[in-house]
């Protein structure tokens, strides 16, 4: 059951969203270099952020660091609810978009769960694998259902 963002409402501009799509895009190049190359997603986002050209939105660390601070309760939330996944059987894409998703679901409350889960399942379409988006819909629909039994750090 995939559940698109279709309503948005007045607390969620067009233009915060287009700045947050952009800035969790970002967001997961990060954390995907991270995770390829098995370095901390923090050196990559103090890399990324000396060599870029212009400022980086401060949503794009925010997210990082989110997810970095929270990943053991993360993978761990991944673990329990991907139905027959584990991490290391994901495609690493697959992975990072989930802990993005997870993490911001559970962590943060600025988006409404249906717009970060459409938002990630846009992405894996984007990027991923032809199954990716259901799986990752799935696994994120379930995560907003339980998240307020999840342990938070």
Known sequence: ?????TVRTSAVSTTNVTA????????LDVLFEADQRSVAASDVLERNEKSATSPMNPLVGDLVRGVSAHQIAIDETI???SEG????????????????????I???????????IDEVVTLASDISTDDSPAFLNGLLARVSKIKHRISVE
């Open 20 to 27: 947050r799509s952009k800035a969790r895009k970002r967001a």
């Open 1 to 5: 059951m995939w559940i698109p963002a």
């Open 79 to 81: 673990e329990t609810y």
């Open 106 to 116: 559970v962590f943060e409350q600025g988006t409404p769960d249906e717009v970060t």
């Open 85 to 104: 996944w584990t991490l290391d059987r994901m495609p690493a894409v697959d992975r990072c978009l989930a802990r993005l998703g997870v993490y911001e």
